[in-house]
Nanobody, 112 residues
Framework: QVQLVESGGGLVQPGGSLRLSCTAS????????MTWYRQAPGKERELVAA????????NYADSVKGRFTISRDNAKNTVYLQMNSLKPEDTAVYYC?????WGKGTLVTVSS
């Protein structure tokens, strides 16, 4: 069955960086667009970034443009989210997504 497993979350100070990873299995990874979402406490889940099947097209939420970079390695069935210049408002659980499949999420906390 489809599995999406996120990793790389943690506690980081404002201005710091983290790289999230999502390793996929159970489907042909290179056939699908992949996305990252996040959900902050008390807020709805929101789209953060998306990447096309071969990585040639990417899209970002306005709130993360210029700070976050989505990428993928189809040979490793993995999608990444490089997060730089992190802000307290980036604190959330970050989820990997393919269509209606979700990982369990990884918590990112930005705090001094």
């Amino acid at each position: 069955q489809v599995q999406l497993v996120e990793s790389g979350g943690g506690l980081v100070q404002p201005g710091g960086s983290l790289r999230l990873s999502c390793t996929a299995s159970g489907f042909t990874f290179s056939d699908y667009m992949m996305t990252w979402y996040r959900q902050a406490p008390g807020k709805e889940r929101e789209l953060v970034a998306a990447i096309s099947r071969i990585g040639s097209i990417t899209n970002y939420a306005d709130s993360v443009k210029g700070r976050f970079t989505i990428s993928r390695d189809n040979a490793k069935n993995t999608v990444y989210l490089q997060m730089n210049s992190l802000k307290p408002e980036d604190t959330a659980v970050y989820y990997c997504n393919r269509m209606d499949n979700w990982g369990k999420g990884t918590l990112v906390t930005v705090s001094s």
